[in-house]
C-alpha cells in the first residue's frame, strides 16, 4: 500500500481508523501521540519535555517532532508503506515529511481527512477518559486541544489540497458506513 497520512481532530477517529487499515493491508503505523505517551511511560529524556505539553493540549515543538519522526519512520519495515497518524500537524512538520520521504525516494501517498462535528468529538473524549483515563481526556484540555487543532493544524489542510492528496470523509453517524468508504477509496489504490 502507498504511504496514507489519516488526519483529523482529536477523537475523529485516526488511532481506531488506523487500527482497522493496518489489518486490512498489512502496512506500517506510527501514531506520534502513542510514541510520546510511550516515551513518557518509559521516562526518558524526551518524555519529560513532552509531558507538559501534552497535559496542556499544545503540541510538542517542531523541530522536537519532525527528529522523532524520521527516527520512527527509519525503523519501519520497509516497502508495506506506513500509516501516518496525528503527523504532521503543522505546516512546518508537512513540509519536512515531505522532504523525509523525497530524500528516501518514497511518496507521500494520500491523506484521509476525518470530520466530525465537535459534540460527537467532545462526547468520545469524555467517554474514553472514562474507560482508559488518557492524562489528557479531561474537559479543559479537550476544549484546548480543539483550539489549537483550529489554529494550528486544521489550515494544513488546505496544504494536502495543493499537494492533490486530500481526500475527505464526512461521520454521518456510523462507523461501518465511515469505514466502508474509506476502504472502497484505498482499495482503487492498491
Ligand atoms: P494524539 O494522541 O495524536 O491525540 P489527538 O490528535 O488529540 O487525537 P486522539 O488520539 O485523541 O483521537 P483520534 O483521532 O486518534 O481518535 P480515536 O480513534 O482515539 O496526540 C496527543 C498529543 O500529543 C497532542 O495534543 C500533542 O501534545 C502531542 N502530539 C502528537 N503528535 C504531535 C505532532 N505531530 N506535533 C506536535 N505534538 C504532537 O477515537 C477517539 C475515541 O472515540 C476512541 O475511544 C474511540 O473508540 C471512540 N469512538 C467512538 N465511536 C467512534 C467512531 N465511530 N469512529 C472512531 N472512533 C470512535
Ligand atoms: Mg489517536
Given amino acids: 500500500m502507498k504511504n496514507i ?15 482497522e487499515i493496518v489489518n486490512r493491508y498489512n502496512m506500517g503505523h506510527i501514531s506520534t501521540g502513542d510514541v510520546l505517551r510511550g516515551e513518557i511511560k518509559n521516562g526518558t529524556e524526551l518524555g519529560k519535555i513532552a509531558e507538559g505539553y501534552i497535559q496542556n493540549g499544545q503540541l510538542i515543538p517542531d523541530d522536537l517532532m519532525i527528529s ?25 512538520q508537512a513540509e ?14 494520500v491523506m484521509i481527512e476525518l470530520i466530525v462535528d465537535e459534540e460527537t468529538l467532545l462526547a468520545r473524549l469524555l467517554n474514553r477518559a472514562i ?22 493544524t486544521a489550515p494544513l489542510a488546505e496544504w494536502f489540497e495543493k499537494e492533490g492528496m486530500r481526500n475527505t470523509f464526512t461521520w454521518k ?18
Avoid at 515531505?98 to 507521500?108: G, I, P, S, T, V
Avoid at 456510523?174 to 492498491?190: P, V
Fill in 5 to 19: 497520512i489519516i488526519f483529523g481532530a482529536p477523537g475523529s477517529g485516526k488511532g481506531t481508523y488506523s487500527d
Fill in 96 to 109: 519536512a515529511l515531505k522532504k523525509m520521504l523525497a530524500e528516501r525516494n518514497h511518496d507521500m501517498g
Fill in 131 to 152: 474507560e482508559q483515563g488518557r492524562a489528557d481526556d479531561n474537559e479543559e484540555t479537550i476544549k484546548k486541544r480543539f483550539a489549537v487543532y483550529h489554529s494550528q
Fill in 68 to 92: 522523532i519522526l524520521a527516527k520512527t519512520y527509519d525503523a519501519m519495515p520497509a516497502g508495506k508503506g506506513v500509516i501516518f497518524d496525528g503527523f504532521p500537524r503543522t505546516i512546518a
Fill in 173 to 190: 453517524g456510523s462507523k461501518e458506513t465511515m469505514l466502508s468508504e474509506i476502504f472502497a477509496f484505498l482499495d482503487t489504490l492498491k
